[in-house]
């Protein structure tokens, strides 16, 4: 199988560019900066060379975006929203223009665009999309904007010959060096692995042999178009995703952090608090009802196996 990742050298990419490539598949990465073999030099807004790689492919999985791990200013903002919206409508016009279209397209999108809330999970059908919650600071509804308006690019595309699937993904946890796992985990080893701000708001999270398993699922089903959540059934309430994290790394206690804290300790890390205090209660309604089969349906077990993973690596 022949698979272009645009946008493939950050985490995610990384996690599904080695997956596929260790399994056979025939992987093209579209970047900014190529430096090695099968990596393809595109700048994620408008038509060149490299879309001749999208013809006679047979999937795309688009994860080309500014990351989300910086302070939300809102030049910050502005870039994560333009070079979603831009990267999704290129590459629709790519497999638009291809003489041999790729038979599906995968488009990465964001558990965000979901509510914050705590009374109930939100799967593909019933869940509340956010953007209007009481309570919550401005900015947050720009990040659900961000969301929506990335799926809108790949809905209006007009490519009648290519399945499209929105990735609606939850954390990603693996154990590669830069990833939210591994700072997560840098906190734990510090004793600052404890509840945020009470710790209430759900965590949702997926594995990353059960990202890979499901993106292959994706595109091997043929019935399978529109939002898909891509995320562990089991979220759960951050102080005990924390303590289950702490119990792996057979770290007792962690130290408690208030709301002005974790804003002292997101601006350290360059980072947001909505990342700490937004409830991300998700669970993946259309995979389980095709049949999906999770590895890792619950933290604990994937919380131990991404530990020792990271202990055999380093």
Known sequence: ???????????????????????????????????????????????????????????????????VSCRYTPENLRAMMDSRVASARVVGEAIAAAPRPPRVWLQMSTATIYAHRFDAANDEETGVLGGSEPGVPGYWSYSVGIARNWERAQAEASVPATRKVALRTAMVMSPDRGGVFDVLLGLVRLGLGGPVAGGAQYVSWIHDTDFVRAVQFLIDRDDIEGPVNLASPG????????????????????????????????????????????????????????????????????????????????
């Open 235 to 314: 979220p759960l309430p951050q102080r005990e995703f924390m303590r289950a994290l702490r119990a792996a790394r057979g770290v007792p206690v962690g130290l408690p952090a208030t709301r002005w804290m974790a804003e002292l300790g997101a601006f350290a890390l360059r980072s947001d608090t909505e990342l700490l205090l937004k409830s991300r209660r998700v669970v993946p309604g259309r995979l389980r009802a095709a049949g999906f089969g999770f590895a890792y349906p619950d933290w604990p077990p994937a919380a131990a196996d991404l530990v020792r993973r990271v202990k055999e690596s380093r």
């Open 1 to 67: 199988m022949k698979v272009i990742l645009p946008g493939g050298t950050g985490q995610v990419g990384t996690i599904l560019d080695r997956a596929l490539t260790a399994a056979g598949h025939e992987v093209t990465v579209l970047t900014r900066h190529p430096t090695r073999e099968r990596q393809v030099g595109w700048d994620g807004a408008t038509l060149g060379r490299w879309a001749e790689v999208i013809d006679g492919s047979d999937a795309v999985v688009n994860l080309a975006g500014r990351s």
